[in-house]
């Protein structure tokens, strides 16, 4: 349902100038360069699903072997995923999954409010509501996505969202703090179960309450709703 105040919605893409992560694409040949962030965003995936698990040992040569590539990118990708806190070197092995208390999310969950709240709270006292409606999109994918179940492509709608509406202060340097943060914030818990449909259907109805409430220039729904959303769930 459109937000209060927005005209009808662009598609999703037009939005954000790419595809939504669930539309069918053209396929592209693989070129050499890409493949390293080909394989990153597959681990991130499989961190997310929780296919890759807390605790477990891989090494490069076997998830090479699983993506059909060799073992360089992914140990450059598992690099990557070192500098981001969701695996650790484990000498002549491989790399060790990260294991993940309640305590850590409710951290993240914490440092993301503390960033995120003013800010948006900013926004919306300067933000004309055009530039809100113009998401409306996005909150809309997160919704759809929501309801295919699919953990990780929910994971990549909502930082979406969160990063465009985020970009609208202008700050690169917030969006990649923020961006951080958010990704850490998706990796399954260590014993936690999976997700239900439902959890995710019902965070990403707040994405839609929230975009109303900043048209609206609610305040105090807007801070109440950005508190709630990053506490009551790790979406």
């Known amino acids: ?18 595809h ?3 539309e069918p694409t053209a396929p592209r040949p693989v070129q050499r360069h890409s493949v390293r962030g080909q394989i990153l965003d597959a681990l991130r995936t499989a961190l997310v699903d929780g ?3 807390p605790g477990e040992v891989y090494s490069a040569p076997a998830l090479g072997e699983r993506y059909g590539v060799s073992a360089t990118p992914v140990r450059e990708a598992m690099q990557q995923l070192v500098t981001e806190g969701a695996v650790e070197v484990v000498p002549n092995r491989g790399f060790r999954v990260a294991r993940r208390s309640a305590r ?12 995120e709240v003013p800010v948006m709270l900013r926004l919306a006292r300067t933000v004309p ?8 999109p996005l909150a809309e994918a997160t919704v759809a996505a929501a309801a295919t179940g699919d953990r990780a492509s929910y994971a990549d709608s909502d930082r979406a969202f969160h990063r465009a509406v985020l970009a609208l202060a202008g700050n690169e340097q917030l969006l990649i703090v923020a961006d951080d943060l958010h990704r ?15 959890d995710l259907i019902a965070d ?3 994405h839609m309450a929230l975009l109303e409430a900043l ?4 305040l105090t729904v807007v801070q109440s709703l950005v508190r709630e959303h990053f506490t009551g769930s790790d979406a």
């Open 184 to 198: 850490r914030s998706q990796w399954p818990l260590t014993t936690a179960p999976a997700p239900r449909r439902a």
């Open 1 to 18: 349902m459109p937000a209060q105040g927005c005209p009808e919605p662009l598609s999703a893409e037009a939005a954000r100038g790419e």
């Open 104 to 115: 850590e999310l409710a951290e993240l969950a914490e440092v993301r409010a503390l960033i």
């Open 215 to 218: 048209v609206a220039q609610d």
């Open 20 to 22: 939504t992560h669930g």
């Open 129 to 136: 509501a055009a530039n809100w409606c113009a998401l409306r």
């Open 204 to 206: 990403a109805a707040e």
């Open 51 to 53: 296919d890759l698990v």
